[in-house]
């Protein structure tokens, strides 16, 4: 509800909490991942998404979500190269990865010729 109203910094430390309380809460890593997204400071969101991906099965529709999240945020902030090879081995590891979204979405940052923009394609 903070993150809708734009009071992100309130959303932040109320997860920070949250996470105190329940560190092996995969909402609670994943929207402290998100958050940070939000506030651009994508290095922190990619260490809350990697925690959040550690608490899933490998595979998983959550592992999924947060291995693609976790190249946005990798991308983001300016690790190109691990972005495009995190999403190749998920992808080569588990061919069905994730649902239509997910996977239109990973397509979208499938790497392309280095200089092309923000964007890995």
């Given at each position: 509800a903070l993150t809708q109203e734009g009071k992100l910094n309130d959303a932040r430390?109320?997860?920070?909490?949250?996470?105190?309380?329940?560190?092996?809460?995969?909402?609670?890593?994943?929207?402290?991942?998100r958050v940070d997204m939000l506030l651009k400071q994508p290095a922190a969101a990619a260490e809350h998404l990697r925690k959040a991906r550690g608490l899933c099965k490998?595979?998983?529709?959550?592992?999924?979500?947060?291995?693609?999240?976790?190249?946005?945020?990798?991308?983001?902030?300016?690790?190109?190269?691990?972005?495009?090879?995190?999403?190749?081995?998920?992808?080569?590891?588990?061919?069905?990865?994730?649902s239509p979204e997910l996977k239109l979405r990973s397509k979208e940052l499938d790497p392309g010729p280095k200089g092309s923009g923000d964007r890995l394609r």
């Open positions: 430390k109320h997860l920070e909490a949250l996470a105190t309380s329940y560190p092996e809460s995969l909402a609670v890593h994943m929207d402290r991942g490998p595979g998983s529709a959550p592992w999924c979500e947060a291995t693609l999240a976790l190249a946005e945020a990798l991308l983001a902030d300016g690790h190109r190269q691990a972005a495009a090879d995190i999403l190749r081995v998920s992808a080569a590891l588990y061919p069905d990865f994730g």
